[in-house]
């Protein structure tokens, strides 16, 4: 699942690994709600918040996307994320890091606060993954060198989708409203799901840092 403009956007995988569907909603309870039987759920937004620090697997995105490093965002500690607005966020972020607040990423805090809202209250399918790290891993350590919004790295990226089995097909129904590019996201969320639920999935780090019992890893 990837966040999108109007909520979120879901894409699915059969046994095989193959399309088996895609779907959209505002909310992402209530996209769970629709896939009770997913084994595993693969989510780009941030699951687990530091009490203090910065992630270590935010650092270690960066190095496998390396030399696109603004693809990936540093995730300040929890605290950072309880305020109540970008104001308060970046002072208490300077207090806690030494460093302030991008507006940019203040701008997720509803879907931050929604995932880790929906695995913190039990919801334990989720994971959390990057789609540029996926696509880099699906490339054999490559990262992709076009943006994800543009005609290229729209292209090359559908292309490794279809290399691992994942043909997304040119009508999605509903979910073909969501922008291309968070479409091809959730696919590759999708790709990395499967090799959770395979057993054959890595985690940044190895082993998992953890906050509140539960691991805080980046996955592919």
């Known amino acids: 699942m990837d966040a999108c403009r109007t909520g979120w956007v879901a894409v699915a995988l059969d046994e095989e690994g193959r399309f088996a569907g895609a779907d959209t909603a505002g909310g992402l309870g209530e996209l769970l709600g629709r896939i009770p039987d997913a084994a595993v759920v693969a989510v780009d937004m941030p699951l ?3 009490a203090e620090g910065w992630r270590e697997a935010d650092g270690l995105a960066v190095a496998k996307v390396a030399p696109h490093r603004s693809r990936v965002f540093s995730v300040p500690p929890r605290g950072v994320w309880e305020a109540d607005d970008y104001a308060g966020a970046n002072i208490r972020c300077r207090e806690l890091t030494g460093q302030g607040l991008s507006r940019q990423s203040w701008g997720l805090a509803a879907k931050l606060r929604e995932a880790n809202a929906c ?4 919801d334990h399918r989720l994971y959390e993954v990057h789609p ?3 696509f880099t891993a699906i490339d054999e350590g490559r ?3 076009w943006s994800k919004k543009s005609w290229n790295g729209q292209a090359v990226r559908r292309r490794l989708l279809a290399g691992q089995g994942i043909v997304l097909p040119d009508d999605l129904g509903p979910a073909g409203r969501v922008p291309p590019d968070d479409v091809l996201d959730a696919a590759a969320a999708a790709w990395s799901a499967r090799r959770i639920a395979l057993g054959t ?4 780090p190895d082993p998992p840092q ?3 019992g539960l691991p805080v890893a980046i996955w592919y």
Do not use: T
């Open 132 to 134: 540029e790290v996926s």
């Open 48 to 50: 687990g918040l530091l």
């Open 210 to 212: 953890e906050a509140a």
């Open 143 to 145: 990262p992709v060198a």
């Open 119 to 122: 695995r913190d209250g039990g």
């Open 201 to 204: 999935a890595r985690s940044l």
